[in-house]
């Protein structure tokens, strides 16, 4: 079995300062695409950004000068660092990965979510 269990998550005031973890665990033999989403209240669930297997990132177009996705794969960790946190960066982050179990079997997986408030 895969697991992914985010941390990092938390109360931060406007301007301040987050990172966020996903590490993966279990029966692992690669991981190709690591994904963090977010979903706030009432709202749909939204890409924040993505790195490949290779390190090619992707953001969402309001969030790159402000957030930056990287990932360690001896840790099978992705990190995102959150830099001058809004109030509308309120959500729960999601990680999301595409993990192959053996040499031809590939599945996507999600991890369980960490809480984002940034409030003053």
């Known amino acids: 079995q895969v697991q992914l269990v985010e941390s990092g998550g938390g109360l931060v005031q406007p301007g301040g300062s987050l990172r966020l973890s996903c590490a993966a665990s279990?029966?692992?033999?690669?991981?190709?695409?690591m994904t963090w989403y977010r979903q706030a209240p009432g709202n749909l669930r939204e890409l924040v950004a993505r790195?490949?297997?290779?390190?090619?990132?992707v953001y969402a177009d309001s969030l790159t000068a402000r957030f930056t996705i990287s990932r360690d794969n001896v840790k099978n960790t992705v990190y995102l660092q959150m830099n001058s946190l809004k109030p509308e960066d309120t959500a729960v982050y999601y990680c999301?990965?595409?993990?192959?179990?053996?040499?031809?079997?590939?599945?996507?997986?999600w991890g369980q979510g960490t809480q984002v408030t940034v409030s003053s």
């Open positions: 999301n990965a595409d993990i192959a179990t053996s040499a031809w079997s590939t599945d996507n997986y």
């Open positions: 790195i490949t297997g290779g390190g090619k990132t």
């Open positions: 279990g029966s692992i033999f690669s991981i190709g695409a």
